[in-house]
């Protein structure tokens, strides 16, 4: 699942000290563009955005000549920078949303999370209901797939009331299936940046069965990667509810 792009030092020390802050830097298209899903001229296109088209950086630092945007319409992808033309000083924030209440999500687990930058947090901290599905087609005794950086990729399928959470990459890449990642879970085969992420810490998420009912807190986000599907991650806890 996990795509390897370098970035800067100070961008990942930002992130990692506030991972709930984004990039909110403007930019304006200089030519017409293509908006692909990842940095390279071959990947496939997302849109085709017109001369004077509006901006905000995902990162403020290009990778392989392209800059990671959002778009008016919140379209993630990439373009090329030569063609864009960024504000001089970025605009000044809106005001953070109040924190949640003492002891719903537990904020640390940011530290561990590999490449925190390729994620938009939607809720610092929501709660949401469903069915655990089988990820894996009986390939895994847990019914969550293994991932190289140590995390969970599991499925919740969410109660009625939570459909609305949903996009097109969770109908079309993940079954219809809301994504959830608890991390640092099993061993770690990624680069030494995946090892570091979880030195010294090993999750304390209940993992219940396949087909339970349950209740999963977390950090709900888009991954900006693959299909950009919604995902909670990282999660605080899993229990099962009636």
């Not at 290009?62 to 373009?79: K, P, Q």
Request: glycine share 6%; hydrophobic share 35%.
């Amino acid at each position: 699942m996990k795509i390897i792009l370098r970035r800067t030092a100070i961008s990942l020390f930002f992130l990692l000290v506030c991972p709930c802050a984004l990039w909110s830097q403007q930019a304006t298209t200089t030519r017409n563009v293509i908006l692909r899903r990842d940095p390279s001229t071959s990947s496939p296109i997302l849109d085709h955005l017109s001369r004077g088209a509006r901006l905000t950086l995902v990162d403020a630092t290009a990778d392989s000549g392209f800059y990671h945007v959002r778009t008016e319409n919140d379209l993630v992808g990439w373009v090329w920078s030569k063609y864009v033309s960024v504000s001089p000083t970025p605009p000044i924030p809106p005001s953070p949303p109040p924190p949640p209440p003492p002891g719903t999500c537990d904020d640390t687990l940011w530290n561990h999370l590999y490449h925190p930058h390729r994620l938009i947090v939607h809720q610092q901290c929501t709660s949401v209901t469903g069915t655990i599905v089988d990820a894996t087609a009986g390939g895994e005794h847990d019914g969550v797939r293994h991932e190289n950086d140590g995390d969970t990729h599991g499925w919740l399928k969410v109660d009625p009331e939570f459909q609305n959470l949903l996009n097109s990459g969770n109908t079309n890449h993940e079954g219809g299936n809301l994504v959830f990642e608890i991390v640092c879970r099993f061993h770690v085969s990624q680069p030494a940046d995946a090892v570091t992420a979880c030195a010294n810490y090993k999750d304390h998420v209940t993992l219940p069965a396949v087909g339970s009912h349950v209740r999963i807190v977390g950090t709900l986000v888009q991954d900006t990667f693959h299909g950009q599907w919604i995902e909670i991650h990282p999660v605080t806890s899993i229990t099962v509810v009636p």
